[in-house]
């Protein structure tokens, strides 16, 4: 399966755009680029997937570099809600028992 | 509603004792997945399951066994092989082979820890 690589942390100020990197190298033509969060003691949530175009939803947008091998999650205005480890993993939904890998993540810091 | 429980919240186990985590999912999901988290740590993958009565090791399978009797249910068993159980546990579901790339189902985990 493919990895992914996303820096350890980042600092961002409260209600200013956040840009979160993800470095997929080895993603295969049929991988989906998936973000997902954990808020501290709760269990991982999505947050937004995509394969080639980028993509926008009530939470962030995902924007995809047009060889795939990286992408960046969006957070418009970061809130002090929007602190937590951040998530960028690859699926492929068409092959079976897939491992669906988490890395470790980006710790995201918001500053008010 | 639908969505995926996990049971206990939190919990405690005596040195030597096997425990069961439990996992139920209403979503209709065909795979289901265990991960183990330790603090500052990311998730890493204990056992997964793609359709009833199969299920296949991840990185760190030593020391737990789990069973899929049901598609809604995949319980986790901790056993007394594992020789550092206290972690946050963590179960997640999700649909399969829809082409569309959906999203995962994660419990709001079980603590467990060691005494």
């Known amino acids: 399966d493919a990895k992914t690589t996303q820096p350890n942390s980042m600092e961002s100020n409260e209600e200013e755009p956040v840009h979160l990197p993800c470095n997929h190298s080895?993603?295969?033509?049929?991988?989906?680029i998936h973000w997902y969060r954990q808020l501290p003691s709760q269990g991982p949530e999505y947050v937004i997937h995509?394969?080639?175009s980028n993509v926008n939803n009530r939470m962030a947008s995902l924007a995809i570099a047009e060889d795939r091998k990286s992408s960046t999650l969006i957070l418009h205005r970061a809130t002090l809600r929007d602190a937590a480890v951040y998530y960028c993993?690859?699926?492929?939904?068409?092959?079976?028992?897939?491992?669906?890998?988490f890395g470790s993540g980006t710790k995201l810091n918001v500053k008010p | 509603d639908g969505g995926i429980t996990q049971s206990p919240k939190y919990l405690f186990r005596k040195e030597g004792q096997n425990v069961t985590l439990s996992c139920e999912q209403n979503?209709?999901?065909?795979?289901m997945y265990w991960y183990r988290q330790d603090p500052g740590q990311g998730l890493r993958l204990i056992y997964y399951s793609q359709i009833v009565n199969d299920f296949q090791k991840g990185d760190i399978a030593e020391g737990y066994s789990v069973s899929r009797e049901k598609k809604e249910s995949f319980p986790l068993t901790v056993t007394s092989a594992q020789k550092n159980p206290t972690a946050f546990y963590l179960c997640a579901s999700i649909l399969t082979g829809t082409g569309r790339g959906t999203e995962a189902f994660f419990g709001q985990g079980t603590r467990l820890t060691v005494v």
């Open positions: 979503l209709n999901h065909d795979a």
């Open positions: 080895t993603i295969s033509g049929t991988d989906y």
């Open positions: 993993i690859l699926r492929d939904p068409g092959r079976n028992f897939n491992k669906f890998y």
């Open positions: 995509g394969l080639t």
